[in-house]
């Protein structure tokens, strides 16, 4: 596990602001991580 997804990826998957598409497969080529609801609530803060 690389330091961006240990230090920043999984923490924000983990506090909801993050989803996986395809979260049985987190590495898959076709994977693409989306701001939920909430993430954008933030990021519009």
């Known amino acids: 596990m690389g ?3 240990k230090n920043y990826l ?3 998957i ?3 602001f993050v989803a996986l598409p ?6 898959s ?3 693409r991580y989306t701001l939920t ?4 609530r ?4």
């Open 42 to 45: 933030v990021v519009n803060q």
């Open 37 to 40: 609801a909430l993430g954008k």
């Open 14 to 16: 983990e506090a909801g």
């Open 29 to 31: 080529s076709e994977q």
């Open 22 to 27: 395809n979260p049985d497969n987190p590495t």
């Open 10 to 12: 999984s923490p924000a």
């Open 3 to 5: 330091n961006f997804t």
